[in-house]
């Protein structure tokens, strides 16, 4: 856009020119007022027939990675940053891409997703089986970042208006995570209580802090031994172990590193960092039951025997909390793996592997925690590292249908069964208390026999 500035008698059109490093201001001095409007008013059509074409010529591709580099380098941490990548260069670019930006309708999404859900050949996960159709969930997920995208179209004016806002979207349910009931946590527990196989125990410590601190397999993989207080018996949360691309580090300013792991073998494309937690709300202090305290403490000197007999070439002490037999980091998906063939060698037909993970666990700690507050919802949410309430309302209400029978079958039992009893039974008479009475207050006695000399019935 240009604008007008005076210089003296005379007046200047200034405006820019060039895009990037190459972008220049441009004076255009020595006009009058009237000349320096009409100058102004024809550079603005200039510039508005130019972003016209521009707009008209923008395909679908060509904004969303704009959008990716403008927005979602900003906003988004690498996990979110490399799955919104992946689904939209398997499901958006091949699909919407070479389509103009200004002829998407919502007719046109509607169609896409119609599609999506009935016709495209789902993109396989390695070593995962291939689906039959892309799931609503991946569907969900598109409609959301699309959604995002055309906003800043508007925001941006590439477009009139954002076409995702009355889309229909098929519908999806939820599938909530099995979790394990108490009970069947405490079998576990007693069978990974081996001090003397480090692999178990070090498994049964990492369960322990999933359960008591309701963590997240990120967070107990990047627990350290000086962020600990053993005399409180207070862990303070502030990172998480991730494995992340090389190229994304700097790429994305909001991911703060805190440790890069060294890599074992040179030329690799990612490295294990420990990063800050993806949310504020994720940071927090959490207090061990001293039975936990005592179970770290013990792993704490299983360690040190295991470092002083590998030594330092041997042993790679990064202070973390559970590792492995040689210090080297645990990821979540080798906490998974390990929680799998624990539950496989326990043989327990309530404990399928396929049905359970290590995050089941977490499910497991926040019901047991909103049982124990009475529905504290305030205080299993500071524990849990959750951002808003609603986190813990919509995903573990459930945990309570338990509690809530209890509840029925307890009005049931003190309101209105013992209001009915009330109502049918004759009320009892304490002969102790009346003789009592009686000896304090003769009268009374007189007055009895009195009335039962005079009865009308005449007995």
């Known amino acids: 856009m240009a604008s007008i500035v005076k210089r003296g008698k005379k007046y200047a059109v200034v405006y820019y020119e060039g895009e990037g490093k190459s972008r220049h201001q441009v004076w255009e001095s020595g006009l009058s007022y009237n000349a320096a409007k009409t100058r102004k008013a024809q550079l603005e059509y200039e510039f508005s027939q130019q972003t016209h074409i521009v707009r008209n010529a923008l395909t679908v591709a060509d904004f969303l990675r704009e959008f990716l580099h403008k927005y979602g380098e900003k906003k988004w941490v690498a996990s979110t940053y490399r799955s919104n990548v992946a689904m939209l260069e398997n499901y958006v670019f091949p699909y919407l891409g070479e389509k103009k930006l200004q002829d998407i309708r919502v007719k046109t999404v509607d169609d896409y997703y119609d599609y999506l859900e009935h016709e495209a050949v789902p993109v396989a996960n390695m070593g995962q089986p291939r689906r039959e159709h892309v799931t609503t969930s991946v569907i969900r997920d598109i409609h959301k970042i699309l959604r995002c995208a055309w906003n800043l179209a508007v925001k941006w004016e590439y477009v009139g208006k954002n076409p995702f806002l009355h889309a229909t979207p098929p519908e999806h349910k939820e599938k909530k995570r099995k979790a394990l009931t108490p009970s069947q946590l405490q079998r576990v527990l007693e069978f990974t209580d081996r001090p003397d196989i480090y692999d178990y125990y070090v498994m049964h410590c990492a369960i322990q802090l999933a359960f008591a601190c309701c963590m997240r397999g990120g967070e107990v993989g990047g627990a350290q031994w000086d962020r600990y207080e053993s005399g409180s018996g207070l862990l303070y949360i502030d990172r998480v172990i991730d494995r992340v691309d090389k190229k994304l580090i700097e790429k994305l300013p909001k991911m703060e590193i805190k440790f890069r792991f060294p890599n074992l073998y040179p030329g ?192």
Request: glycine share 6%; hydrophobic share 35%.
């Open 268 to 459: 690799t494309r990612t490295v294990i960092v420990l990063k800050q937690p993806k949310t504020e709300g994720s940071v927090r202090n959490v207090y061990l039951p001293k039975t936990v305290v005592y179970k770290l403490e013990k792993l704490r000197r299983i360690q040190d025997k295991l470092h002083l007999e590998l030594g330092d070439d041997g042993y790679m002490d990064y202070g973390l909390i559970i590792c492995q037999a040689n210090g080297r980091p645990c990821m979540t998906e080798q906490l998974n793996q390990w929680f799998k063939d624990v539950l496989e060698a326990m043989h327990d037909p309530e404990l399928d592997p396929k049905e359970y993970v290590f995050h089941s666990i977490r499910h497991t700690s926040a019901g047991m925690k909103l049982r124990l507050s009475k529905g504290d919802i305030k205080a299993v949410q500071g524990d849990g590292g959750w951002n808003t309430p609603d986190m813990v309302t919509k995903r573990y209400a459930d945990i309570l249908d338990e509690d809530r029978q209890n509840l029925a079958a307890k009005m049931e039992r003190e309101f209105y069964q013992s209001s009915s009893e009330t109502g049918s039974k004759k009320p009892a008479f304490d002969a102790n208390a009346i003789a009592a009475m009686l000896t304090e207050h003769p009268e009374l006695l007189q007055q009895v026999l009195q009335s039962v000399q005079f009865h009308p019935s005449g007995k």
